[in-house]
Nanobody
């Protein structure tokens, strides 16, 4: 049975940092791509970034490029989303997702994922 579990959300002040974790069980990061998404109230879900399984390439939305970093813990099937210089506009529920197919460099924001986590709330506010 596959499980995708996000953690690490919370309340942070503007300009602060937060690290989200995405723990996979039942599947391996060796073979599965991982994507990060977010959905703010009243808005559509948007792709934040993703990590390919084959070569570890990462892709980021323009809105987070230079502020967010996706990394992997090689000792366990966990992917992190390190968020820095957070802005109130980053407030959203953040989701992690996994899929056997890697993203392409041009279509990564539109890639479909098979397994999804339950989401973790990130609130950026003073």
């Amino acid at each position: 049975q596959v499980h995708v579990v996000e953690s690490g959300g919370g309340l942070v002040q503007p300009g602060g940092s937060l690290r989200l974790s995405c723990a996979l069980s039942g599947i391996s990061l060796e073979y599965y791509a991982v994507g990060w998404f977010r959905q703010a109230p009243g808005k559509e879900r948007e792709a934040v970034g993703c990590r390919a399984s084959y070569d570890g390439r990462t892709f980021y939305a323009d809105s987070v490029k230079g502020r967010f970093t996706i990394s992997r813990d090689n000792t366990k099937d966990t992917v992190y989303l390190q968020m820095s210089m957070l802005e109130p506009e980053d407030t959203a529920v953040y989701y992690c997702a996994a899929d056997i197919l890697d993203p392409g460099s041009s279509n990564w924001p539109y890639k479909k994922y098979e397994f999804w986590g339950q989401g973790t709330q990130v609130t950026v506010s003073s």
